[in-house]
């Protein structure tokens, strides 16, 4: 049920998507192949998945915010790239493929990554269905999620952390700021569509910072057991890197106790919004048994 | 005159940049720090000077619209982070300091960039004398004259010229595209509150175009012939990293005629707008005969 769910949003999503960046200056060709190298590289699509999911959730049609579901994409997508560049985790593959820098240089994947994310705000101040002040506080949401106290706070957090041992207070608030903070905008963007309520727009807020927690330890139990094939990209990054994870705090056992204490988490925080919130619980349990 | 308005709009700019970025998140200290470093670095504060003098022009008091003036120098500074990163130029010093990279390391910097790039819109979003229709308007504004159409493809072109002989064509359009979308977005984000007519928001606008070109002219001038202590940075870079520039191009005396009839231009432009537009004409002369 919840994979269809996922591969109908992706499909939706990644049509869009395809149709986006196009430039008519010969000049910018090179920067605009870059960003939809990474953009249109695949992936699960699950930031955006939320969104659409949570517009589904409170019966808004979801076909005229698609841009606002591509402009989160490309911030995550512009993250993956900077995240990956050789002055940061130096990854050589993702998603299965060479990294941008590996096939565009670090210069041009730099740009790529900037790009994205300024075309993302861009993308939301033109969503022709959303009210000028929907559209201003989704941009807003999105920015707080990404910007110095969300994601790049995070991602500065990890750098820092790097060779010294976390402890697990310190790696709870570097994963939330660093992945749990775009994976909650787009539920808290949704709910902003909506116009919902302050009390369901909070719990659906609650299951993703659970959701993320969830994420982040599936992740990390994937890179320490994973072979390439399944991860898309080099696995044992963590220990080589000497990364604190859940799996080096906690052991492999400690870390699946852990992801099912957030899967549970996740999945309560949801239960008074009832039956029409299955989706999302279904995605809480998918994610715990994900092999990839 | 331009001189001492330049002066009292670098204040009011700065007085406010020194306040906005402060967390109360110890683990976001080093990036915050980061940012402040190449924010509180001083520099001409060119781009919310015109900001400021656009809504004077149209007798916009210009108190309300500060953190607009200061989310354009937060973009900005961005650029230069990225700019001077080692897969980039490479530079060592920046307005007579070492480079952000140089102090922080290359991650740390690229976070910098990506931080201040987010906050800026972040800024726009909570304008609280804009309407939200006007605040979505400066923020499109901001991110295409930033984005891969701006800004961004101006710097790619720029990644791929290197070591290649570009065409006064061509160059005139990565200037154009990396120098002076951001020297025309605030004019545009004046015009955009000030609810200017069409006519003299073009005419602006026109002003932008040659003030950057002639901004850039006059760089590549200053490269050539500066020394550290004038440019604050190491002179000398493009011929070492082989750039073509308007000197390389047009030879000394050639690109400083071009830089005359660019001024020109940026006069004339003006013109319709008579005496109320005397200190952008003053401006376009001061940068003309500027030494650093």
Redesign the interface.
């Known amino acids: 049920m919840i994979q269809s769910i996922l591969q109908e949003k992706k499909r939706l999503v990644e049509s869009r998507l395809q149709e986006l960046?196009q430039?008519k200056?010969p000049?910018?060709r090179?920067?605009?192949d870059?960003?939809n190298y990474s953009l249109l590289a695949g992936g699960k699509r699950i930031r955006p998945a939320l969104f659409l999911m949570g517009l589904d959730l409170f019966r808004v049609p979801s076909a005229p915010y698609i841009d606002a579901a591509c402009a989160i994409e490309c911030v995550h997508t512009y993250s993956l790239i900077?995240d990956d560049?050789?002055?940061?985790d130096n990854d050589d593959y993702r998603r299965g493929k060479l990294t941008n820098?590996k096939v565009y240089?670090?210069?041009?994947a730099?740009?790529a990554?900037?790009?994205l994310?300024?075309?993302a705000?861009?993308l939301?101040?033109?969503l022709p269905a959303a009210?000028?002040?929907i559209?201003?506080?989704l941009?807003?949401l999105l920015?707080?999620a990404?910007?110095?106290?969300g994601m790049?706070?995070g991602?500065?957090?990890d750098?820092?952390a790097e060779g010294r041992l976390l402890t697990p207070a310190?790696l709870r608030?570097?994963d939330r700021c660093k992945t749990g903070c775009l994976l909650c905008a787009p539920l808290d963007m949704a709910a902003a569509i909506a116009e919902a309520g302050d009390i369901e727009a909070a719990e659906l807020h609650e299951y993703g910072i659970h959701l993320g927690q969830l994420f982040q330890i599936t992740d990390d139990l994937l890179d320490a057991g994973g072979t390439l094939e399944e991860m898309g990209k080099n696995p044992g990054q963590d220990a080589v890197m000497h990364k604190a994870t859940y799996v080096s705090l906690a052991g492999a056992d400690g870390a699946r106790r852990l992801a099912e204490e957030e899967a549970n988490l996740a999945r309560e925080a949801l239960a008074p919004l009832g039956d029409e919130a299955k989706p999302f619980r279904e995605l809480a349990a998918w994610l715990l048994h994900r092999t990839k």
């Open positions: 960046l430039t200056e000049a910018h090179t920067l605009y870059a960003m900077h560049l050789p002055q940061m820098h240089g670090a210069g041009m730099t740009m990554g900037d790009g994310l300024t075309y705000f861009e939301l101040t033109g009210a000028p002040e559209r201003c506080r941009i807003m920015a707080k990404a910007g110095p106290e790049v706070g991602q500065a957090q750098i820092e310190e608030t570097l």
